[in-house]
């Protein structure tokens, strides 16, 4: 089974862009690609979904490429309140089922 | 809207004992529910997938009956682990599945349950 893999870890600074990858090979034909943030001690807290190309929302945008075996988390002026961990959820085409993906730890420094 | 809570938020308890933890949809009823467990500076685990009013699908290695649970209604799921031990202290998470207009299922997150197991 393919692991749902994303960067361990990412640095950034006050206001600037952050791309978080998450790179799903075999993901589901139909399944929605899901990005969730997580805080220490809490459950995760939904921030976007979307299937193909691109879509935004008031917080984050979430790109996709045709082949959709990976998506890009796009958050566009992080602030300190956004250090987090952000996971992707997606559906994997072998066994059916929905796999969160191995987490990215956000720092965002002042 | 889709606010899921959990109860308790944490607990502790003596090897051997019995723990409830409760799952509820406040503002939608949910089909589907799940359960995920999560260790420390890891991702989440899926453990069971709980219908209403069905019986729950268990992720391979997760005891069924050491972790019972039952999905009475579209609005309350419950897991229980049954003489718990040490090992089975993690963070215990649940989650609801709403289906949005477009008609895309998405999972909702409750707050968490901190179980420890003395």
Known sequence: LAKTTQPISMDSYEGQEVNITCSHNNIATNDYITWYQQFPSQGPRFIIQGYKTKVTNEVASLFIPADRKSSTLSLPRVSLSDTAVYYCLVGDMNTDKLIFGTGTRLQVFP | ?118
């Open chain 2, 1 to 118: 809207g889709a606010v899921v809570s959990q109860h308790p938020s944490w607990v502790i308890c003596k090897s051997g004992t019995s723990v409830k933890i409760e799952c509820r949809s406040l503002d939608f009823q949910a089909t589907t529910m799940f359960w995920y467990r999560q260790f420390p500076k890891q991702s989440l685990m899926l453990m069971a997938t709980s219908n209403e009013g069905s019986k729950a699908t268990y992720e391979q290695g997760v005891e069924k009956d050491k972790f019972l649970i039952n999905h009475a209604s579209l609005t309350l799921s419950t897991l229980t682990v049954t003489s718990a031990h040490p090992e089975d202290s993690s963070f215990y998470i649940c989650s609801a599945s709403v289906r949005g207009l477009a008609g895309v299922d998405t999972q909702y997150f409750g707050p968490g349950t901190r179980l420890t197991v003395l």
